[in-house]
């Protein structure tokens, strides 16, 4: 089976969680045999132009237009990247199209791409497959409230009716996909996320006291929350409660990775509430180091207001790190209270300071819990389950392929 995989994030491009999805389904579903993968992706932050890696082939499409996060402004600079980056992606699989003699199937990933995806599939007439990571109208709890997000929106819409299987990664999002976009049941397969333990199973196994000597010394606990620093992650009630957690805890340090419009704004009221001393924003981290990191935390929090799925809730469970998490979107499906981790309630500082107290109370209770979670995440959300669950929906489409 040919499959052509669109996606506005891939390596070394990545901002969430739909690039590193992206990233690790490929190479799990190449380990089938006869499958082969071309990905193209715009050329956003370098990474070689063509690259093979045995059946999964990658092409950087080199867009003379830069795009612009639009939460820093611009909307209609963005949008209109978005078209000019979408008709760049769209001729030059046109040309690819040709070369390699057709694809058996489309796979895109979420409205970014929709526009080059929607017109390939229009003039191929192959199946086209779409995985929604995330709705616009769900990020802002149900508003469309500018002019962008209701193009976003229309998108989203467009691809919803043109698809001819959707994916979404939990019941929660197909639950939106269907309520926004009025979708057959039928059409809707829900694929959660997955989590490859591997880089965390090598540095649990490391000696890791120097490199928590940067945060903390021996005896502080260690809260760690990283991703992007936006409204609909919660961070602003994560800094609100951390002077109830000192109350409690005066030992206890904080660490905030992550880069996004509201870092300026979160500094600003840590040094309002005086707590600069016990809160550490160290802005963008690698891979490498986000697993460090994970491994070293006492407790990783998300207290997301909004989350289709929290790929960083596996991560923190691949790293037996107990997890504190608001029971929202996705994360409520992951994440079972007093099970594999404690779930408290969105938007309350209050329900937030108590829950990680909680973990910080319970060193032992929260190992179990810890223990518990990366069990799960082995036999739930290895890569190699969620591969074989995306070829299914593949092989839906294109029987007998």
């Not at 499959?3 to 389904?25: A, F, M, N, T």
């Not at 939990?170 to 976009?181: G, I, K, L, P």
């Not at 960083?312 to 979107?329: I, N």
């Amino acid at each position: 089976m040919r499959v052509l995989v669109i996606s506005w994030e891939y390596p070394p491009h990545l901002q969430g969680g739909l690039g590193r999805h992206v990233s690790e389904l490929l190479p799990a579903l190449c380990r089938h045999p006869d499958m082969v993968i071309h990905v193209v992706t715009p050329q956003h932050s370098g990474g070689e132009a063509y690259e093979a890696h045995g059946n999964l082939i990658v092409h950087r499409v080199n867009t003379s237009l830069l795009t612009r996060d639009h939460a820093a402004g611009g909307e209609t600079t963005f949008f209109e990247n978005v078209l000019h980056v979408n008709k760049s992606l769209e001729q030059f699989i046109e040309l690819i199209w040709q070369q390699v003699g057709g694809f058996d199937l489309i796979h895109a990933h979420d409205w970014l791409v929709s526009f080059a995806a929607s017109a390939v599939h229009r003039t191929y007439d192959v199946p086209l497959i779409v995985t929604f990571h995330a709705t616009e109208r769900g990020r802002n709890r149900g508003w469309l409230s500018s002019t962008l997000s209701q193009q976003i929106h229309d998108a989203e819409l467009g691809l919803t009716q043109t698809a001819t299987r959707l994916i979404t990664v939990s019941n929660y999002m197909r639950n939106e996909v269907q309520s926004f976009f009025g979708v057959n049941p039928d059409k809707v397969r829900v694929i959660p996320n997955g989590v490859n333990t591997t880089p965390f199973d090598e540095q649990r196994g490391r000696d890791h006291r120097l490199e928590r000597q940067r945060y903390a010394l021996p005896e502080e606990p260690i809260v760690f929350h990283i991703g992007r620093l936006v409204h609909e992650k919660g961070v602003r009630v994560l800094v609100e409660a951390i002077p109830f957690i000192l109350n409690a805890f005066p030992e206890a340090r904080f660490v905030i990775a992550g880069r996004g419009p509201l870092l300026e704004t979160l500094q600003q009221r840590v040094a309002a509430l005086q707590i600069s001393h016990k809160v550490y924003f160290p802005g963008f981290v690698s891979d490498d180091e986000a697993v460090g990191l994970f491994c070293i935390a006492d407790v990783a929090v998300f207290p997301s207001l909004y989350e289709p799925f929290g790929v960083v809730a596996l991560e923190a469970m691949a790293a037996h790190t107990p997890l504190v998490v608001t029971s929202v979107g996705g994360l409520a499906e992951v994440a079972e209270h007093d099970k594999t981790a404690v779930t408290v309630f969105p938007d309350d500082a209050g329900s937030l300071a108590w829950g990680i107290s909680k973990v910080l109370r319970e060193p032992e209770t929260a190992r179990v819990r810890a223990d518990d979670a990366y069990r799960m995440v082995r036999e739930i959300y290895s890569w190699d389950v969620i591969a074989g669950s995306t070829l299914a929906v593949y092989q839906e489409v294109v029987p007998g392929a």
